[in-house]
Nanobody
Framework: QVQLVESGGGLVQPGGSLRLSCAAS????????MGWFRQAPGKERELVAR???????HYADSVKGRFTISRDNAKNTVYLQMFSLKPEDTAVYYC???????????????WGQGTQVTVSS
């Protein structure tokens, strides 16, 4: 199995910054795409950003120019650097990783436990 451990959430004032991290461990043979989703109270979970194994990135329109996703393949870790945070960014942020656990076995998706990000004065 694959375990994802997230860190970096917290309370920040509007305009502030936070950096989220998510490390994959366990039976990780290979990691494909990695991404971050978020879910605010009463809303559906939505994609925030994703990055392929080749480094191609995709962002939700609401975070373009403010958030940056990156990854360290040697550490099987994905990061989300968030700048100019707004109250509407408040949500639980979830890491999602598409990983392969052994040769010949197809990729599967795994979720982190979620980390709370609160943007408030």
């Amino acid at each position: 199995q694959v375990q994802l451990v997230e860190s970096g959430g917290g309370l920040v004032q509007p305009g502030g910054s936070l950096r989220l991290s998510c490390a994959a461990s366990g039976s990780v043979f290979g990691v494909n795409a990695m991404g971050w989703f978020r879910q605010a109270p009463g809303k559906e979970r939505e994609l925030v950003a994703r990055i392929t194994s080749g480094g191609v990135t995709h962002y939700a329109d609401s975070v373009k120019g403010r958030f940056t996703i990156s990854r360290d393949n040697a550490k099987n870790t994905v990061y989300l650097q968030m700048f100019s945070l707004k109250p509407e960014d408040t949500a639980v942020y979830y890491c999602n990783v598409i990983a392969v656990i052994a040769p010949g076995i197809g990729p599967d998706g795994y979720w982190g436990q979620g980390t709370q990000v609160t943007v408030s004065s």
